[in-house]
C-alpha cells in the first residue's frame, strides 16, 4: 500500500535536509516515488516553497531539449510555450504564474520567489563555457553558475544523483580548466574534439549515481525518508569542489577511454611546450 504524504510533512522534510528561511532550494523529483502526494505535483512546489519561507526562491530544471527528437533545434525553442519534459513536478512548475523561467534551449530553469528574477535573468550571457549542447547553458550568467554563487541548496526527492543537472556544469568547469592550459590555436582545435552545439563528440560524462557516496563519506550529505520516497540534499558549493578534486585526482575512474586519450593529448602538448621552453 503506498504512503499518504501531506503539505506539511513534505515541508518538514525539505526542512530536515538543511532548507531554512530565505534559502535557495533547487530540487529534482519524482512525484510517483512519494505514494500518494495530497494535491499533486502543484502541492510538491508549495511545500518546498514554505520550507524557505519567507523571502527564498525555489528553482527548478524545465528542460525542453532532450537530444532525442531530431525536430528539436534551438530556434524552436519558446520560453512561454515549450514544455519541460523531466516530469509532473517540472511542468507543474513551468506552468504556475507565479514563476519565471530563464530563456534557453537546453538547460532552462523555472524561479518562484525573491531571487527569481535575478536567478533566471540573461541566462547565457557573460563569459561562455563548453558544454555538449552549447557554450550558453552554463555560462558565467546562468542559473546554474548563480546557484553555485549562492551556495543553494541542491536536493533529490524520490532520484539519484544522475538527474543532476549541476553535474553538466561541473562537467563543463572541468573541461575548461583543462583547455585553458593550452595557448591558441590550439585550444579551439582541442575544443573541436569534444561533443558540442549538439553533435556527437566525446565528452567528461561522469555517474552521478557513484559520485553519490563518496560525497556522502565527506559529510556533505543530509537525508531523510518521506512517504515512499527518500529525499536527500547537499549544498552546492562543496559538492561542486570536492567533485572536482575527486575528478581531477582519479580521471581514470570516471571517464571513458576517448576522453582519457583526449586528456593525455594534452597533458602531451603541455609537455612538449615545457621542452621547448627550457634552455
Request: hydrophobic residues 40%.
Amino acid at each position: 500500500m503506498s504512503s499518504h504524504v501531506n503539505h506539511q510533512e513534505l515541508t518538514a522534510a525539505f526542512k530536515a535536509v538543511g532548507a531554512v528561511a530565505s534559502d535557495i532550494l533547487v530540487f529534482h523529483s519524482s512525484l510517483k516515488s512519494l505514494g500518494y502526494m495530497e494535491g499533486g505535483a502543484q502541492a510538491v512546489i508549495d511545500s518546498a516553497l514554505d520550507a524557505v519561507s519567507p523571502n527564498g526562491t525555489i528553482a527548478v530544471p524545465t528542460l525542453w531539449y532532450s537530444g532525442k527528437d531530431p525536430t528539436q533545434r534551438e530556434e524552436c525553442f519558446d520560453v512561454h510555450t515549450s514544455p519541460a519534459w523531466n516530469g509532473a513536478v517540472a511542468e507543474a512548475m513551468r506552468l504556475d504564474p507565479r514563476s519565471i523561467r530563464s530563456n534557453h534551449f537546453s538547460h532552462s530553469v523555472n524561479a518562484i520567489g525573491a531571487e527569481a528574477e535575478e536567478l533566471t535573468r540573461n541566462h547565457g550571457g557573460g563569459k561562455p563555457s563548453p558544454s555538449p549542447w552549447s557554450e550558453t547553458g552554463f555560462a558565467e550568467c546562468s542559473p546554474w553558475s548563480h546557484f553555485y554563487e549562492r551556495n543553494a541548496l541542491y536536493a533529490f526527492l524520490g532520484c539519484n544523483m544522475n538527474s543532476c543537472t549541476m553535474k553538466h556544469w561541473i562537467e563543463s568547469r572541468y573541461v575548461a580548466e583543462q583547455l585553458a592550459s593550452l595557448p591558441e590555436p590550439r585550444r579551439s582545435a582541442m575544443r573541436a574534439r569534444l561533443a558540442h552545439e549538439c553533435r556527437p563528440g566525446t565528452w567528461c560524462f561522469y555517474d552521478g549515481r557513484r559520485m553519490y557516496p563518496r560525497l556522502a563519506e565527506l559529510g556533505l550529505v543530509r537525508e531523510t525518508k518521506i512517504g515512499d520516497a527518500t529525499l536527500f540534499a547537499l549544498r552546492t558549493r562543496p559538492m561542486v569542489k570536492a567533485t572536482l578534486t575527486i575528478l581531477r585526482n582519479e580521471p581514470e575512474q570516471w571517464f571513458l577511454p576517448p576522453f582519457l586519450e583526449w586528456l593525455n593529448d594534452i597533458s602531451s602538448s603541455i609537455r612538449a611546450d615545457s621542452c621547448l621552453l627550457q634552455p
